[in-house]
């Protein structure tokens, strides 16, 4: 059983950074596929990016270039770095982990893939 705790949500100006933390246990971040995901008034649950065991990451379009994921080994833990943020960005930002692929993945996952999911954790960005 994977327990994923997240943290690190609030409120910014557009133009703003923020970085989201998802805490693992009872798998280790650096073995299976973990990605990042978002609701939005307009999709249930939007890939966002996804990671794999060899750290190669991969990301929706409207991201790439202001949102990096990554992994602290040490720390057993999922970061997502978001940078020049923009009022679509707002949303519930959910961490989620797959084990059954032995951390091969090789695109940006759909929620489906995923299943263990963190609480989620509120951005709210405005202009």
């Known amino acids: 059983q994977v327990q994923l705790v997240e943290s690190g949500g609030g409120s910014d100006q557009a133009g703003g950074s923020r970085r989201l933390s998802c805490a693992a246990s009872?798998?280790?971040?650096?073995?299976?596929?973990m990605g990042w995901f978002r609701r939005t008034p307009f999709e249930e649950r939007e890939a966002v990016a996804t990671t794999n065991k060899y750290g190669d990451s991969y990301y929706a379009g409207n991201v790439e270039g202001r949102f990096t994921i990554s992994k602290d080994n040490a720390k057993n833990t999922l970061y997502l770095q978001m940078n020049s943020l923009k009022p679509e960005d707002t949303g519930m930002y959910y961490c989620a982990a797959a084990v059954s692929w032995g951390g091969h993945c090789y695109e940006l996952q759909q929620a489906s893939d995923f299943k263990y999911w963190g609480q989620g954790s509120q951005v709210t960005v405005s202009s």
């Open positions: 009872g798998a280790a971040v650096t073995e299976i596929c």
